[in-house]
C-alpha cells in the first residue's frame, strides 16, 4: 500500500514528458478549505504546447488522503472522475473544471493527471492541498427531538403506567 | 367473545415493563436508523427518496419481524401450557380464538406503526411525500403483518409446538425476504423475474420505489403490486383454513 502512495505521489510530481508536450496547469487555488458536506470547484488547463496536434488525450483527477497516506476513491467526492479530451491541436488551450464534494474530514492532496497515447507515463499538474473540517451538526433535519424524545416518552409512558398500577395495588 | 381473547394476550403483551421492551428498542432502532440517515442525507451522500425508501424498508421488516416472533408465540403457548383444551370447552368458537390472536398480533403492528410515525414525518419533511409514505406504509404493513400472521397461526394449528412454528415460519421469512433484497440485475433474468412477481415482499418493496423514489403515488399506478400482495393474503386465509381443518379432525389430543 505504502508503495502505491509513493508511486502516485512520484506521479504527481513527474515533469512533463518532452514529446507529448502537453501542460497541465491548476488555476484556482493551490490551497482549498471547507467543511465536510461543501462543494469547491478546481480549475486548470490543459494545453498543447507543442508543434503538431495530439490525439487521445484524456484527464483524470488523483486524490491522496496526507494523513493517511492513502490514495481516495473518488466515488461521491467528484461525479466526472475523468474527462476524455481526445484531440487537442497544436498551441490550443483548453479549461479543465471539477466540482469537488468534500465528503470526509481529513487533509488531502489533490492533482490533474492527463494521458495521452503513445505515450508510456502520465502528465501531472501542480498539488491542490484540501483541508476539510469536520461538520458538527448534531440535530441534521431536527430529528434529535424525535431520535431522543421518542425512547423517552415510551419509557415515561410505561413508568407513569406502572406508577398508576402500584397505586391502585396499594 | 374475540374481544376477551384479544383484550386478555394484548394485556400480556404490554402489562409489564420487560414485556413491552419490543417497542422501546424499536423506537431506538429508529432512532439510530433516521439519524445515520439524515447525517448521510446532510452531506448529500444520499437522496433524501433514497433514504425514504430504506427507513421504509427497515419499518416494514422490523415490523414482520416482531409479528412473526409474536404470531408464533401466541398460539403455541395454549397449546404448550395446555390450555388449549380449557379455552375450547368454554364457549368459545376456533373462529372467535383466530379473531382475537389476529387482531392482538395487528394491535402490535399498529403500535409499531404510531411509533413509527414521527420519525416518517420528519425524515420527509420537505420532500412533499409524508402523506403518501405513511398511506402506503399503513396499506402495505396491514396486508403483510395480516398475511404472515394468518400464515403463522395456520402453522401454529399443525405444530402446536412454539419452536417448530418459529423456526419455520423465520425461514419462510428469509426465504421471502433475501430474494427482495437481490439487486434488479439479479432479477433481470427469466426465473428471477418470475421470484420477483410471486414474492410478496418483493412487490412491496418494489411499490415504495415506485412512490418515494419515483413519484408514482397513485393507486393504480401500484395495482400489480397490491395485487401481488393481496393474493398473498389469500393464499394464507387458505392454509389457515386448511390447518384449522387439519386440527379439527385430529382434535385437541392429537394421536
Redesign the interface.
Known amino acids: 500500500m505504502m508503495s502505491v502512495s509513493i508511486a502516485l505521489f512520484a506521479a504527481f510530481g513527474a515533469p512533463a514528458s518532452a514529446t507529448a508536450a502537453i501542460a497541465l496547469d491548476v488555476s484556482s487555488s493551490k490551497t482549498l478549505s471547507g467543511t465536510a458536506g461543501d462543494f469547491v470547484t478546481v480549475n486548470g488547463t490543459i494545453a498543447n504546447t507543442g508543434p503538431t496536434a495530439l490525439s487521445d488525450v484524456t484527464a483524470y483527477l488523483s486524490l491522496v488522503d496526507t494523513t493517511a497516506h492513502m490514495p481516495v476513491d473518488l466515488e461521491d467526492w467528484s461525479v466526472e472522475k475523468g474527462l476524455y479530451i481526445g484531440t487537442i491541436g497544436a498551441g490550443a488551450k483548453l479549461p479543465l473544471d471539477w466540482k469537488i464534494h468534500f465528503v470526509k474530514s481529513g487533509d488531502y492532496a489533490l492533482s490533474i493527471l492527463a494521458i495521452v497515447k503513445g505515450e508510456n507515463k502520465p502528465i501531472g499538474s501542480a498539488l491542490t492541498y484540501f483541508h476539510v473540517a469536520q461538520k458538527k451538526n448534531l440535530n441534521p433535519g431536527a430529528v434529535l427531538p424525535v431520535a431522543l424524545g421518542e425512547p423517552i416518552l415510551i419509557v415515561m409512558f410505561f413508568l407513569l403506567l406502572k406508577y398508576r398500577r402500584d397505586k391502585k395495588s396499594a | 367473545m374475540n374481544k376477551l381473547i384479544w383484550k386478555k394476550d394484548i394485556t400480556a403483551e404490554i402489562y409489564t415493563?420487560k414485556s413491552?421492551l419490543w417497542?422501546?428498542l424499536t423506537?431506538?432502532i429508529?432512532?439510530?436508523t433516521?439519524?445515520l440517515l439524515?447525517?448521510n442525507?446532510?452531506?448529500?451522500?444520499l437522496d433524501q427518496t433514497e433514504m425514504l425508501w430504506l427507513l421504509a424498508k427497515i419499518i416494514i421488516g422490523a415490523s414482520l419481524l416482531v409479528a412473526i416472533i409474536d404470531a408464533s408465540s401466541i398460539l403455541t403457548v395454549e397449546f404448550e401450557q395446555e390450555t388449549m383444551e380449557d379455552l375450547l370447552i368454554s364457549p368459545l368458537s376456533v373462529k372467535d380464538l383466530i379473531i382475537g390472536k389476529f387482531l392482538t398480533v395487528m394491535t402490535v403492528w399498529a403500535l409499531m406503526y404510531a411509533?413509527a410515525v414521527?420519525?416518517v414525518l420528519?425524515?420527509s419533511?420537505g420532500s412533499g411525500l409524508g402523506p403518501a409514505f405513511l398511506a402506503y406504509i399503513a396499506l402495505y404493513g396491514t396486508l403483510m403483518v395480516g398475511g404472515f400472521t394468518l400464515f403463522v397461526l395456520g402453522l401454529s394449528f399443525l405444530y402446536r409446538s412454539f419452536k417448530n412454528t418459529l423456526t419455520t415460519s423465520l425461514v419462510f421469512y428469509l426465504a421471502v425476504g433475501i430474494p427482495a433484497l437481490f439487486s434488479a440485475t439479479l432479477k433481470a433474468n427469466p426465473f428471477g423475474s418470475i421470484i420477483s412477481v410471486a414474492n410478496p415482499l418483493d412487490a412491496v418493496f418494489s411499490s415504495l420505489d415506485n412512490i418515494l423514489v419515483d413519484y408514482h403515488t397513485a393507486l393504480t399506478a401500484n395495482a400489480t403490486y397490491l395485487a401481488s400482495v393481496a393474493g398473498f393474503v389469500v393464499v394464507a386465509v387458505v392454509f389457515l383454513a386448511v390447518s384449522v381443518k387439519v386440527f379439527d379432525r385430529h382434535g385437541i389430543v392429537k394421536e
Open positions: 415493563w413491552a417497542l422501546l423506537a431506538i429508529y432512532s439510530v433516521c439519524y439524515l447525517t442525507k446532510e452531506l448529500s451522500l411509533v414521527p420519525y420528519v425524515s419533511a
